[in-house]
């Protein structure tokens, strides 16, 4: 990360002044000008991807049972957008990869609504059963 090891522009009062949260005084205007652009549109870009990603991606996902915002977003941030990516897929591995990006072993039962997910995902006629989360905890 870069941090700025500037106070101000030198030309304001107001420390720090708003030059300074916009402007590298190291910088040419017409350098910072260049700079600013090159963020709005990486930021444009970004807005897109993540607009397309969450309307299509995350709402599909949530038409699987058991399925809702919160874990569609879990799914999204290891790679899983919609109902077809989940085919052939993993549980445990996924399971596994979700625990890895969010930096700790999350509830079991996020692995049980997994299963549930790509079983779904891989049956066009589904056992009602087979529907519910619980169904596909650990056996003993």
Same mark, same amino acid.
């Given at each position: ?25 190291? *910088? ?19 807005? *897109?991807?993540? *607009?397309?990603?969450?309307s299509s991606g995350s709402q599909d996902l949530q038409t ?20 077809? &990516? ?23 039962? =996020? ?10 995902? =891989?049956?066009?006629?589904? &056992?009602? =059963? ?11």
């Open positions: 990360m870069n941090t700025k090891k500037y106070d101000h522009c030198g030309c304001c009062k107001d420390l720090p002044c708003s030059r300074y949260e916009r402007d590298d005084p190291t *910088k040419t205007p017409e350098e910072n000008a260049a700079g600013l652009r090159v963020q709005i549109n990486n930021l444009k870009e970004f807005e *897109k991807r993540q *607009k397309q990603e969450n699987v049972p058991g399925i809702g915002k919160r874990i569609a977003q879990h799914l999204n941030a290891i790679g899983i957008y919609c109902v077809d &990516d989940l085919k052939g897929r993993d549980p445990e591995e996924l399971y596994r990869m979700d625990c890895i990006q969010k930096g700790f072993t999350e509830d079991r039962c =996020e692995l049980y609504v997994f299963r549930c997910a790509v079983y779904y995902a =891989e049956h066009e006629e589904h &056992d009602p =059963e087979k529907l519910k989360w619980w169904y596909w905890k650990d056996k003993e």
